[in-house]
């Protein structure tokens, strides 16, 4: 079992930074890859970003790329999403996700990641 916590949301002015944290505890070592997803009022959740664990490999929806950059720190098992640029647009709750299965895929779908984070609020004011 993986658990997941995110912190560093909060409320940017438009074109402000944030910097999401997701700490990964448990059986870390079988994670081989990790996602940021969004869900704005009245939306469904959506992809963000993903990262390999194995080749350090990204990849990002065509709205955030040049503006978020998905990273992580193998020592302290923590996925960061940096944010520059926010938008109004952009806010919503941010959620982590792990995959702890082989055949991870940075194009893999929600129902493929089988831990979450509890999410954290990011609000961008305009």
């Known amino acids: 079992q993986v658990q997941l916590v995110e912190s560093g949301g909060g409320l940017v002015q438009a074109g402000g930074s944030l910097r999401l944290s997701c700490a990964a505890s448990?059986?870390?070592?079988?994670?081989?890859?990790s996602g940021w997803f969004r869900q704005a009022p009245g939306k469904e959740r959506e992809f963000v970003a993903a990262?390999?664990?194995?080749?350090?490999?990204?990849y990002y929806v065509d709205s955030v790329k040049g503006r978020f950059t998905i990273s992580r720190d193998n020592a302290k098992n923590t996925v960061y999403l940096q944010m520059n640029s926010l938008k109004p647009e952009d806010t919503a709750v941010y959620y982590c996700?792990?995959?702890?299965?082989?055949?991870?895929?940075?194009?893999?779908?929600?129902?493929?990641?089988?831990?979450w984070g509890q999410g954290t609020q990011v609000t961008v004011s305009s």
């Open positions: 990262i390999s664990w194995s080749t350090d490999s990204t």
């Open positions: 448990g059986r870390t070592f079988t994670i081989y890859g």
């Open positions: 996700a792990a995959r702890d299965r082989p055949s991870f895929s940075l194009r893999s779908p929600q129902g493929q990641y089988n831990s």
